[in-house]
């Protein structure tokens, strides 16, 4: 601090004049006015930085948040579309199934039209649905393209060809150009399909009668383009780049009742980037129309590996994707459901109508016992064994799926074929309902005649594959007497005759079937349970089962006898294994019988 120091001087009575001075102590370094500025300032720092990640912290909690609740809304969304397609389908498959029955039965002109109008209307409905569903899965990174070699100029000629009797009937000039006879390119055939009938639709939609509609394709050393060219209203330029948003519509002079959804242009420019091509649109240079331009590159360098497939894996058409299939004639179908009615189909829906309307259609065929759940027809399916269960995916105590897990993994029902009918068509879903072991997979709205065709390819395939191997006495010669022609029928054959031979011998094994046909272990494994739903060990315990409750049915041996004879070497577990399949012991089993022949 400052201090002030005065002092005079006294000798006898003199005083001498006062004299002051001023001492000034300087304080420590560390308390001094520019240290305690500094601290003042590191203080005020230390606030403002505490204050900045307090609020940065909020921030990112709160982005965290909003992004918590995007991705919920998001799931609720896809969920809410999920439930809508459901609720919708289901209803509709009580629309387009008995009005295509309407359409093949009624020959009254006018009322034909009407059904066509109908159909075609509920269609519409139904193709909305899709697109909104592919949108959803595009923006989940659940659309997974399968891209394979194909040649675009004769996939668009098999489009433009579609679209012939649609330009006819709107007396619209439908033309198709190619400055190539044949363009490989590399395309995922079923969504770019999409993509060109979204743009021709959408060209029909908005030229008028009497205008033209022009497809192109062209190429260079890179690229692939497809042009779409029409004569009506175009688009207005501060509109045209909105044109691609979702739900964005255009107004129309030329068709106002149809206008659409504001979906198709987005559902399509999305799927022509996931081909990673690009599309543009620009009015026609004489004011009349717009031309839409779909680029995609040539070759397959751009694509990822699990993009692409084979072109086998592309043309296949297996007993899963019925819907594709053309549809039987009557005079066929007639044919084959004759002495059919024998067969005992259980038809298990949530639905009363849908489950009403099954019944009714198919008792024509089969005998139907219809259930509302998994868990009221399982004890029914486990007992009786049906021929064909078909069954909804989504219902309540116990789903389609779990239904069918329990069929398949019991050994007295694996053999059941299992339909299921869903109003989920999302390949995932496909996947889930197959890796259970459903046999064919059919969405709503199905076709009642592929329907039926899918019940009669599926017991006619069981018939040929599991009854042909029954084990029988006879099956020996049974085997030797049908021409085999599959590689699959012939494994079946030699191991047949392994197990013909050694139907007595209690030490055969699956070891000495692969050793006598010539593969290994693991191959006979897999393969017996692809072609029988069994493995090789079941396989051969099944048969000598059946074996035994045939010698027990006629008769001519006692338990034990039957028990050797089938190779069985200890009488406990041969009871106990026959209890589990046929539901009694040997000894009743041999009781029921009897008392049948006397009566």
Not at 24 to 40: D, E, G, M, N, Q
Not at 533 to 558: C, E, M, S, V, Y
Request: aromatic share 8%; charged share 30%; net charge negative.
């Amino acid at each position: 601090g400052t201090y002030r120091f005065r002092v005079k001087a006294i000798i006898s009575d003199t005083e001498s004049e006062i004299k002051e001075f001023t001492v000034k102590i300087h304080p420590v370094w560390y308390l001094s006015t520019w240290a305690r500025l500094l601290y003042f300032l590191l203080l005020a720092l230390g606030a403002y930085l505490y204050l900045t990640y307090r609020r940065r912290q909020e921030q990112a909690h709160l982005r965290l948040q909003e992004h918590i609740h995007a991705e919920e809304m998001s799931e609720a969304k896809l969920r809410f579309f999920m439930n809508i397609s459901h609720e919708i389908r289901t209803p509709m498959t009580l629309i387009l199934t008995p009005i295509m029955s309407l359409i093949k039965e009624d020959t009254d002109p006018h009322r034909h039209g009407v059904y066509k109008t109908v159909q075609r209307n509920a269609e519409r409905i139904l193709h909305l649905i899709n697109q909104m569903m592919d949108l959803r899965k595009i923006e989940k990174g659940q659309m997974m393209m399968r891209m394979s070699e194909t040649d675009f100029v004769s996939f668009v000629q098999d489009l433009y060809s579609l679209f012939e009797v649609q330009a006819r009937s709107k007396n619209i000039q439908l033309s198709y150009v190619h400055d190539t006879d044949r363009l490989p390119v590399w395309i995922d055939r079923k969504n770019f399909d999409k993509v060109v009938v979204n743009l021709l639709s959408n060209a029909f939609k908005f030229t008028p009668p009497g205008g033209k509609v022009e497809i192109r394709v062209e190429h260079n050393e890179k690229e692939a383009k497809l042009f779409i060219k029409d004569t009506g209203e175009g688009i207005p330029a501060d509109k045209m780049e909105k044109i691609f948003e979702r739900f964005y519509q255009t107004t129309s002079t030329v068709n106002d009742m149809n206008i659409g959804t504001g979906i198709g242009l987005d559902l399509t420019r999305s799927l022509v980037e996931l081909h990673h091509g690009n599309i543009s649109v620009k009015n026609n240079t004489d004011g009349k129309g717009c031309e839409f331009t779909v680029t995609i590159p040539l070759g397959n360098s751009h694509l990822k590996p699990e993009e692409m497939i084979m072109e086998s894996q592309q043309d296949e058409e297996t007993l899963h994707e019925l819907e594709s299939i053309m549809e039987p004639q009557d005079t066929e179908l007639e044919a084959m459901l004759q002495n059919r009615k024998d067969l005992f189909v259980v038809v298990v829906e949530d639905d009363n109508e849908i489950a009403e309307y099954l019944r009714t259609e198919l008792e024509r065929d089969y005998t139907v016992r219809t259930f509302t759940n998994g868990k009221e027809a399982l004890p029914v399916i486990l007992t009786q064994v049906p021929d064909v269960v078909i069954s909804d995916v989504m219902m309540p105590e116990m789903d389609g799926n779990t239904l069918c897990s329990r069929i398949k993994a019991n050994v007295n029902t694996n053999h059941v074929p299992v339909v299921l009918l869903t109003a989920k068509n999302r390949d995932e879903d496909r996947l889930q309902g197959l890796e259970t072991g459903a046999d064919a997979y059919l969405v709503k709205p199905f076709n009642m005649e592929i329907l039926r065709r899918t019940i009669i390819n599926l017991t006619e395939a069981r018939k040929v594959m599991r009854f042909k191997y029954t084990g029988n006495e006879s099956q020996e010669n049974m085997v030797e007497d049908v021409k085999m022609k599959s590689p699959d029928e012939k494994l079946l054959e030699r191991v047949m005759n392994v197990i013909n031979k050694n139907i007595n011998n209690s030490d055969l094994s699956v070891d000495m079937i692969a050793d006598e046909v010539g593969i290994s272990r693991v191959h006979l494994h897999r393969k017996m349970k692809e072609l029988t739903n069994q493995t090789p060990h079941d396989f051969i315990r099944n048969l000598r089962l059946k074996q035994a409750a045939n010698l027990l049915a006629n008769q001519h041996q006692n338990v034990t006898e039957v028990m050797y004879a089938c190779g069985f070497s200890n009488a406990a577990s041969f009871s106990t294994i026959f209890k589990k399949f046929y539901g009694m012991s040997p000894r009743d089993y041999m009781k029921e019988h009897s008392e049948m022949k006397e009566d």
